[in-house]
């Protein structure tokens, strides 16, 4: 099978506890970089509460928009958990028992301890296609093109080796840096330059402030080697005419 | 005044670096514990790429939607900080120097080193009213209901204190937190009662692990203090009852 070159995707992060600041989201970086390096670029990130409604609309729009569409959070056992219904209901499924992951389950806690609480992250859209999730027992599911994901980081990243070969990317997107002992306002018109000579790379340029001194990493992003190496030299050649100290590169 | 009981915000974080996962978003955090200090709950929270008709049309929900807009990131002096004239497009104002932040600048840096790349962060939409920076001089700006902040967390931080009296919020939401040592499915169908009998109020309920154990934070919020005590009472009835240790109350 050909790949395709542009492979996009959006993330859906559930929870009130981030919306109120109690809680910062780490699991955007962890997916976006996952999918980065599988050849997906992630176009889009929505934080929104745990409303049914608001999570049926965004991932009617998000799975008719993007290729791959992956939820965080709303996938545990208590009462504000409540992604499988509203995935259900957004693809017009049965919620039920999902036999798969209810053995799972079962097999996964001693006897007796297979309460009811627990028996409630086996229910699920129909036939929904099992995430594994080698950590603490209870699996994510996929239906189509939506992916849904807990919100505990640690038992997210566990998962996502198991999830790689569900997900057909693009050509990976490569990246390279390049930090200097500047500021922004020395180098601007000369990167836009750059820029503007190869639109179809993407560079970027943020400050950073490290161990006391400031600084600048230019970052060059694209599917195509050639295109960051010359990106490279022209940013190198009007940084060694402005005499600017590189740091990394 | 009569303060309104419910006030809300959407933040947008501008900027393909969160995308990428090559920088970590804390800004959605603190925007949102300092909006809440101050009785403004945070609905939404998007993450979108460095373009302009993006910008724009997520501007136009948000300001229509919400109560307040913030938005972090893009604008520094480089070509990919289109933040501002992006919002001159969203509400059809003229993008020109503001006099007001050039001087701001001007005065800012040494003579002879306010040069073009500097400049450049004094265009703003015609009439902005400024955010005072603190920190590095280059002020934020807001045009009706949007307020533009930039993307660097540190400078970000220094510029809410002068923020504060702009924003008219409702009745500070308040929160308590329980602590347990048990895990989520022994409780989730005894916290689904008390919901179910506190509908106004937002319970959830949050898995950690931390020094070796594991635990449940369960988090109450409302605006009324004497409704999270009625909860708060109704789930230690319940944890008393179930002989669970409470770690933190």
């Known amino acids: 099978?050909?790949?395709?070159?542009?492979?996009?995707?959006?993330?859906?992060?559930?929870?009130?506890?981030?919306?109120?600041?109690?809680?910062?989201?780490?699991?955007?970086?962890?997916?976006?970089?996952?999918?980065?390096?599988?050849?997906?670029?992630?176009?889009?990130v929505r934080v929104i509460p745990d409303i049914e409604q608001t999570i049926i609309d965004t991932l009617n729009f998000f799975r008719s928009t993007y290729n791959y569409v992956f939820t965080t959070g709303g996938?545990?056992?208590?009462?504000?958990?409540?992604?499988?219904?509203?995935?259900?209901?957004?693809?017009?499924?049965?919620?039920?028992?999902?036999?798969?992951?209810?053995?799972?389950?079962?097999?996964?806690?001693?006897?007796?301890?297979?309460?009811?609480?627990?028996?409630?992250?086996?229910?699920?859209?129909?036939?929904?296609?099992?995430?594994?999730?080698?950590?603490?027992?209870?699996?994510?599911?996929?239906?189509?093109?939506?992916?849904?994901?807990?919100?505990?980081?640690?038992?997210?990243?566990?998962?996502?080796?198991?999830?790689?070969?569900?997900?057909v990317g693009g050509k990976p997107i490569k990246s390279h840096t390049i930090s200097l002992r500047t500021v922004e306002s020395e180098i601007a018109n000369s990167l836009t330059k750059v820029q503007n000579d190869n639109k179809d790379v993407e560079i970027g340029s943020y400050p950073f402030f490290h161990a006391g001194k400031l600084g600048v990493s230019i970052v060059i992003r694209s599917e195509d080697q050639t295109k960051i190496d010359v990106c490279n030299s022209q940013i190198l050649n009007f940084i060694n005419a402005k005499n600017i100290e590189v740091v990394d590169r």
Chains 1, 2 share one sequence.
């Open 1 to 44: 099978m050909n790949k395709k070159t542009k492979v996009n995707a959006a993330i859906l992060i559930i929870g009130n506890e981030i919306l109120s600041g109690r809680t910062q989201d780490t699991n955007t970086s962890t997916l976006a970089i996952w999918l980065n390096s599988i050849g997906v670029k992630v176009e889009e």
């Open 75 to 167: 996938i545990g056992p208590t009462h504000d958990d409540i992604t499988a219904q509203s995935v259900s209901k957004t693809f017009g499924i049965k919620y039920e028992i999902h036999k798969e992951a209810f053995k799972m389950l079962e097999s996964y806690y001693k006897p007796g301890e297979f309460n009811e609480g627990r028996q409630k992250m086996s229910w699920m859209p129909e036939n929904a296609n099992l995430i594994y999730n080698p950590t603490s027992g209870a699996p994510g599911f996929s239906v189509e093109n939506v992916f849904c994901l807990p919100g505990v980081p640690s038992i997210l990243k566990s998962m996502l080796g198991g999830l790689t070969n569900s997900i």
